[in-house]
């Protein structure tokens, strides 16, 4: 999809993170907290354009700071995820040329600004945590569990803007690529139209393993023209001589 003033913008997302050249540095420890706690609601929409996970209810925001954050603090505002038709490919960042299945992005934003709405013009306005999912050809009952609290039901959102309620702790298996040692992190944009250069993008290389199943129930669901929803990210970018660095 084409914007108006896409020409004039440089620093796109996503890109093919070279490991080769990501430059190593250090930064403070990069702190989550909330994302898979006990407490308050969840809740999983179908947009039409993807599926989008939110946490509710009476619980303290999910938050991240330190690492490249410096001393600011930003709010999880929802997680979505891009796929496409097939397991191939479907992740929009790359890693070495490589493609992974998926891809589920923790959208937060500058809690500095109140408002996610008052980020996308702020070159600091957003962090976007990156996780990529590879499916296998698994049975059944070795489906990655803690990813079940998702694709269980997904079968209830079929339908364009059609939502259910999961499980608070629903984003626990994000733990599994947390716990990894080393990130890349750059300066990008968000990756749906008008791609507003605002994010710090911080990526986590370990794929978390699902399975075929799992992956093949987000190509169930409907777009608002009542298609099924594939090939939803978008086609890697140019670097124009930014630079990725590797935490570690």
């Known amino acids: 999809m084409l914007c108006a003033g896409d020409a ?115 070159n600091d306005g957003l962090a976007i945590c990156s996780y990529f999912l590879q499916a296998y050809q698994v049975p059944a009952w070795d489906e990655h569990p803690s990813f079940s609290k998702i694709t269980d039901d997904l079968h209830k959102i079929t339908q364009c803007d059609s939502w259910t309620r999961l499980p608070p702790n629903c984003l626990c298996w994000m733990k599994q690529a947390c716990q990894t040692p080393g990130y890349y992190t750059y300066l990008g944009s968000t990756t749906t139209c008008p791609f507003h250069e605002c994010v710090t993008w911080i990526v986590f290389p370990e794929p978390v393993r699902i399975s075929e199943n799992q992956a093949q129930m987000f190509r169930m669901l409907c777009s608002k023209q009542g298609t099924c929803i594939k090939d939803n990210y978008r086609e890697v970018q140019k670097l124009n001589g930014r630079v990725v660095y590797y935490v570690n």
């Open 8 to 122: 004039r913008k440089w620093g796109q997302s996503p890109i093919d993170i070279d490991e080769q050249n990501a430059v190593p540095i250090k930064f403070p420890a990069l702190i989550m907290s909330g994302h898979w706690s006990n407490d308050g609601k969840a809740k999983m929409q179908n947009t039409g354009k993807t599926v989008e996970i939110t946490l509710q209810g009476k619980k303290a925001p999910a938050t991240i700071h330190g690492g490249p954050l410096a001393t600011d603090v930003y709010e999880l505002s929802e997680v979505v995820f891009r796929w496409s038709s097939s397991s191939c490919k479907g992740a929009e960042h790359t890693l070495n040329g490589t493609w992974f299945t998926m891809e589920a992005q923790a959208i937060h934003f500058n809690k500095r600004y109140e408002t996610i709405e008052n980020c996308f013009n702020k």
